[in-house]
């Protein structure tokens, strides 16, 4: 996996985790280098479309 792909699956990862917790998108976007806005565009393309489930695996598979 090239080096930015693993950062976008990452961030990624953390976004969905917090949005779980309950954060705000602007909380969340301080935890990743993209704004509040990429932090809902990535969580509702997750929540209503079931994208992003390969990026939490993967980046769940190498932290694990």
């Known amino acids: 996996m090239e080096a930015d792909e693993s950062a976008r ?3 990624i990862w953390t976004v969905i985790q ?3 917790e309950g954060m705000s998108d602007r909380e969340t976007a301080k935890f990743v280098p993209y704004s509040h806005e ?3 565009s990535r969580w509702k393309e997750y929540q209503k479309e079931g ?3 390969e990026a939490l695996s993967k980046v769940e598979e190498r932290i694990a």
């Open 38 to 40: 990429w932090v809902n």
């Open 18 to 20: 917090c949005k779980q």
């Open 9 to 11: 699956m990452t961030a």
């Open 51 to 53: 994208k992003h489930t």
